[in-house]
């Protein structure tokens, strides 16, 4: 089960600051729900949820996914019982001014987005910061390696009867899509006195081959609008839109 709150968020805000209030948020988050799950979350390398701020017309708003019905359970249906958002690092307030929720099954985007068939050309807009990371270091550039590296391995991990990961899928992704149109520009992500390298835009991909990788393509890039693409989603980064 994949479900999206978006909150309007009100109150002591430090506009322009999205990436630092994403981090408090999460602290927020843990505080918040059971003490149990918070530390099966801990240990696990399963990360069911992912969360970051955005501005649109003024408005903050925060968006938190979750993966599975159990994260919804555990942390989406605590955070939206919540009225007033306590910011304990800043020692702030921050009211919860109204939210709108939306879900769907796994076996219907499944039928949407993988059993029907797609454009060949999709966008992806990088609303966060977002950054990889290989071989130590810090990619501030999207490939398609990166991209869809990242997407088939947070799939795998949360969906439980489905698996789409392995070296040839992924062979076959860079043979065969390119990025055809960006409009990037370099940025940080800050966090608790660290910057970390990033990127945010938008790239076009065309995707070439048979039409069951187009709409592979497309499914993976839907999910990653929950799981986020690339480092620390549940702390703000790597938040993406899709577009056919």
Request: glycine share 8%.
């Amino acid at each position: 089960m994949l479900n999206t709150i978006k909150f309007e968020l009100e109150g002591e805000l430090d506009k322009g600051r999205n990436d630092f209030l994403g981090s408090l948020l999460q602290g927020f988050i843990m505080e918040n729900i059971d003490s149990g799950y918070a530390g099966i979350l801990h240990e696990s390398s399963l990360h069911p949820y992912s969360q970051y701020i955005t501005e649109d017309n003024g408005k903050v708003i925060w968006t938190l996914n979750t993966l599975s019905i159990e994260a919804k359970d555990n942390i989406a249906d605590i955070i939206k019982s919540k009225n007033l958002i306590y910011l304990k690092h800043k020692d702030k307030h921050i009211r919860i001014k109204s939210f709108n929720e939306e879900g769907m099954d796994y076996s219907d985007m499944v039928k949407k987005y993988y059993l029907q068939d797609h454009k060949r050309m999709l966008k992806i807009r990088f609303l966060t910061p977002t950054s990889f990371k290989q071989d130590g270091r810090y990619c501030i550039f999207p490939s398609v390696r990166l991209i869809f590296q990242s997407l088939m391995l947070k799939f795998d991990k949360a969906a439980t009867d489905m698996e789409v990961f392995s070296k040839s899928v992924l062979e076959n992704f860079e043979e065969y899509i390119e990025i055809s149109g960006y409009k990037l520009r370099s940025t940080f992500f800050h966090l608790e006195g660290v910057r970390i390298p990033s990127f945010m835009g938008e790239i076009t991909l065309n995707i070439k081959g048979p039409a069951q990788l187009v709409n592979l393509a497309h499914m993976l890039v839907f999910f990653g609008t929950y799981s986020g693409v690339g480092i620390k989603a549940g702390i703000g980064m790597g938040g993406i839109a899709y577009n056919e």
